[in-house]
């Protein structure tokens, strides 16, 4: 019984290869050595003799080092920002330091050296010992980089001896009592000073920000703020009048001076700490003030003020890279609708900032934009000449406070706002921005800001010591999800199956952080304990059925003449592996900061997260094509097609709980053991504690397995937990039944798919296939044209064989498709065809010698021609059919001539399947979909 539905037709435009090479947002493209324009300026690199100036992957000192540049190289400059140059040398484009390029090629003179961008040779590195000299009872503090902004690594007393490694704009590189770090160079002087305190140095406080108090050591006076009744003085956060500005106090406020330089005192008032200019401080309480002091802080909160905010609005620019486009959408979310989409340079009426979204007025429409991609700056000049803003960079960093302690989240940059959440020792954060001693970071799923003091770039050593270990505790089947996110919605990393134990870094608002397999992610508190269960109360089963653990799929969404950039790490500076057109489907492998991890056409990733979405949205331009539905009912069940195919050994990449009956071990230790040798050849290791359950695999006489827990089965016996290190086993039924029933693929935009007929050429163009699919994919690099001469004599769908060859190549690069030598020969097999499970290299290479497949283009036909034969032709015309053969199965009653062992094998062509077919012009889709009785 066959019923056939017509469809409209459609067709995908073409998309350009201008058009194909936009970014979405703030992205640069590298430059080729072609595209290096021969007005760039030539530069010259000026460093010491012997010594090499790094050109790394991007503008940071961790990037990856690509080249070493000796003195007097010519480089060519193509952009500069603050310290960092791009160039090209040497067939390369990388970043260098910029304070080491010169116009001039004459012998170069660079009397510093920074380590980080300069290699030196250790014969030339000439260390000077020198004294802190600070005020006493003040203390210099030694930092990880040459920053205020860098995490502190210890504080040194007057008069500590140091070794100078080297110094630059005004910060030394020493090492002391074994550590390495930077201090501020004018704070070192080659004399040892007067009444200097026996050298030592001590970790800086851990205290949470209700409780700040100054180091022991440390000897503070008390001072009053001394200027004209109604004036401030601005409390800034460094001692510069440039500075930021961290509060204004009042006359009269008594202040705690910790130290004085150059004019200006650091001091601690009213919880805080910042720099006032010295000459507005007298050791006397002025006559006519109206602050009112206290002996702890200082200063009362009426006598300082915050710097006043703003309520009116501001305007700033859209700025996202010339050709991209920023969608204004009706909430600020990825997931809201898009009400209009705004130009690169468009002026924009920001009427709100929260949680990396602004509100904003454009055009006559209110609604929301990503606050990263504005500008205050107005761009000067026209949509051609503007440039790409600076990319957004993110620090991890640590919580460092009294393990006993917290430090508050709060909703503002204010000791008044609001908590959100209370952090723990060693606690984890992505620091988003940093301003007037307060940090901006992302945490445990939310947004806050926390005093900045109390974190730091290193792992605090108590942390490992004080996180607790806990165990999975949970009744069902299916184990616990570890989210990316504290959200049931977020993506899921893994499953733990009960009893697995995890070390918990943090708890909040009832999700746990742990770390589990090498990963970190979100549990609930609930589902764990503190004791190891003693029986597997989930016995059986595998961890939830396969459909509870497909692969999260999500679309590119962005406009029709724009690409998404794949990157190879979470952030705008990283290098561009790809560019991802419009519908294009991709696997999302985890989300973190505003970033996706993901697998697309072989590749693994990063995208920017706001232009992924759930759905596909309706390609533009569709037209002048078909897409039809045949339905074709068998006599067979569903449940009938479950049991014929378990008589057949269906495989599994999947791990499941495994378990072995007690008289196929031998124990290592009878009351509680931990691992058992097996006794005797071929024991079942079931997916239960039962003979009920089915055969996972078997294990033979003499191997030594782990033993996880414990139970007693329904036939007497006790049945043991094992750890069964193997990649492939036997299915479970359940898993089986998933991927047999269409129902679970049929309405899916991708997975449905599997059920297009392939008796049936899409008619490519071959420069467009090998510009866009197959370049960088080995062997198969350059052969469009076998694979359309296929697919028209064969009468076979070439995007099908594509996708085919690109899965069992490896993408290419599989030794099988290179070429094995047979006889003295030099075959290839690009379908894996003849490559049968026990031995698929020796196999496959037989099978194509069989097959007199002597150069690639013979294997791309030739194996085409095979599958045409012997699957499409012969009634296997989907992807479905050649996977499971329900006509085979239908007719005799058992499983006959399937592709693959692998239930999965079909589902996994799909999604590069959609993607192709994203590139191709106009094509027909026809469905062929089996109905069970």
Known sequence: ??????????????????????????????????????????????????????????????????LKLSAGTPVTLLSQSKDWAEIFANGKTGYV?????????????????????????????????????????????????????????AWLKKGTAVQVLSELKGWSKVQVSGKTGYVSSQYLTASKPASAASPANQKPPQASISSIQKPSSAKTTLKYVNLQTGSTLNLRSSSSTKAGIIAWLKKGTAVQV??????????????????VSSQYLTAAKPSGSSAKTTSSSGASAASISAPPKSTATVTKYVKVGTGGMLNLRSAGSTKAGIISTLANNTAVTVVSESNGWSKVQASGKTGYV?????????????????????PVKTVTKYVVVDASDSLNLRSSASLNGSILSKLVLGTKVTVLSE??????????????????????????????????TKYVNVSSVSGVSMYTKPSDSASVILKLSQGYQVLVL???????????????????????????????????GSNGSAGDQQDVIKYVDVNSQSNLNLRDSASVTGNILSSLATGTAVKVLSEAGGWSKVSVNGKIGYVSSQYLSDTLATPPGLANGSKSYTYKQYTVSLNDMVNIEMNAGPQTDRQYNTYLRDDALQLNNASNPTSGTVQGDKWNVRGGPGTSYWTVTQVNNGTVLSILSAVKGSDGHMWYQVKINQTWVNASPDDVKYYLDPSNFESDPIKSYQFLDLAASTNLQADEVNSRILSGKGILAGKASSFIQAGQTLHINEIYLIAHALLETGNGTSQLANGVQVNGKTVYNMYGIG?????????????????????????????????AQDYINAGQNTLYKMRWNPDAADARGNAAHQYATDIGWADKQIVQMQNLYSLVTCYTLAYDVPVYK
Request: proline share 5%.
């Open 258 to 275: 910790l130290s004085e330089s150059k004019g200006w005192s650091k001091v601690q008032v009213n919880r805080k700490t910042g720099y």
């Open 506 to 540: 943090s708890e909040a608002g009832g999700w746990s952080y742990i770390q589990a397999y090498g990963k970190d992610g979100y549990v609930h508190t609930a589902l764990l304990t503190e004791t190891k269960p003693t029986g597997n109360t989930g016995a059986g």
């Open 370 to 390: 990503s606050s990263q991609f504005l500008t205050a700056a107005k761009p000067a000049g026209t949509e051609a000449g503007t440039s790409t803003p600076a």
């Open 835 to 867: 490559a049968y499970d026990s031995d698929p290299l020796n196999s496959g290479a037989q099978f194509a010698y069989n097959a007199g497949w002597f150069t690639p283009e013979q294997a791309i036909i030739g194996g085409a021609q095979f599958i």
């Open 97 to 153: 330091s910029s304070q080491y390029l010169t116009p001039s090629s004459s012998t170069p003179s660079k009397t510093t050296v920074k380590p980080s961008s300069v290699t030196v040779k250790s014969s030339e590195v000439k260390s000077v010992t020198k004294y802190v000299n600070v005020s006493t009872g003040s203390t210099l503090n030694l930092r990880s980089s040459g920053s205020t902004k860098a995490g502190i690594i």
């Open 435 to 468: 301003s007037n001693g307060w940090s901006k970071v992302l945490v445990n799923g939310k947004t806050g800001y926390v005093n900045s003091q109390y974190l730091t770039l290193t792992l605090p050593d108590p942390v490992t010591a004080s996180s607790d």
């Open 1 to 66: 019984m066959k019923k056939r539905v017509v469809l409209p037709a459609f067709c995908f435009a073409v998309l350009s290869s201008a058009a194909f090479a936009k970014t979405v947002h703030a992205d640069t493209l590298h430059p080729s050595a072609s595209a290096v324009s021969t007005k760039n300026p030539v530069q010259y690199v000026e460093v010491h003799k012997g010594s090499y100036l790094n050109m790394r992957s991007s503008a940071s000192e961790k990037a990856t080092i690509l």
